[in-house]
């Protein structure tokens, strides 16, 4: 048993160290990657624990069941939405809008018109800062882009474009269908339909650029041909 949890130990240890050497260089003096020690956990996910530190927190147990590129992949989206600063914070929101609320109970007693202004504003402000953080379309927005940028990245780190697409695709296919929950298997499915979209988009790019390569080639052959007649 001792040896079962050593190895076992060892191995999440090489993981870690494993996805620290992902980071992009300009990252990895701000950015750790530790296991997760929460009771049902997500997959993965970013906190900031300082004004310059950020910590990516995994899932071990979940982690392990994806496929090497798999994880890759959504290990860089993970990244790139540290790198857009889109990663969840401990706002101050929750606790200005309770202190607004009570403050405006409280000048309805004293009748205090200003004050009772003041708290009805922060009521508001804080409110539209909690839905605008929890909106659906941002977060989804937000999570397309983030996927944009692990492409880019995968292929920083040696993918060609094609792999790098199927490897987040089949990432995302496989989270959504263990997801049970509808809004969240929505929120993937809606991401997997986007990354089609954007590949479609590429190689429609590419093929462009590899024609005009071959028609500028056969132009010059022609020129070379008729230049030694």
């Given amino acids: 048993m001792t040896s079962y949890s050593a190895a076992s130990a060892r191995a999440e240890m090489s993981e870690l160290r494993r996805l620290k050497s992902l980071l992009p260089p300009e990252l990895q003096s701000w950015v750790t990657v530790e296991t997760t020690v929460e ?8 906190e900031e624990l300082g004004k310059d530190q950020v910590e990516i927190q995994i899932d071990l147990v979940k982690w392990e069941r994806l496929a090497l590129d798999q994880r890759n ?8 939405r540290v790198q857009n600063d889109t990663i969840s914070r401990d706002g101050w929101e929750m606790a200005a809008l309770a202190i607004g609320l009570g403050g405006a109970v409280g000048e309805l007693w004293v009748q205090d018109g200003l004050l009772l202004i003041l708290a009805l504003g922060l009521c508001g402000v804080s409110g539209y800062r909690l839905y605008a953080r929890n909106n659906s ?39 959504a269908d263990d997801t049970p929950k509808k809004s969240k298997r929505k929120h993937y499915e809606s991401r997997l339909d986007a990354l089609k979209r954007s590949a479609t988009k590429a190689k429609e790019k590419s093929d462009r650029a590899r024609n005009s390569t071959r028609t500028r080639s056969l132009a010059d052959e022609r020129e070379n041909r008729e230049s030694y007649r």
Avoid: C, M
């Fill in 39 to 46: 009771v049902n956990p997500p997959l993965i996910r970013s």
């Fill in 73 to 80: 992949l959504l290990f860089w989206h993970e990244v790139a």
């Fill in 137 to 175: 379309d941002r977060h989804l927005k937000e999570a397309i882009e983030a996927d944009e940028k692990a492409i880019a990245l995968a292929t920083r780190f040696g993918y060609t474009l094609p792999n790098a697409y199927k490897s987040l695709g089949s990432a995302l296919k496989t989270i």
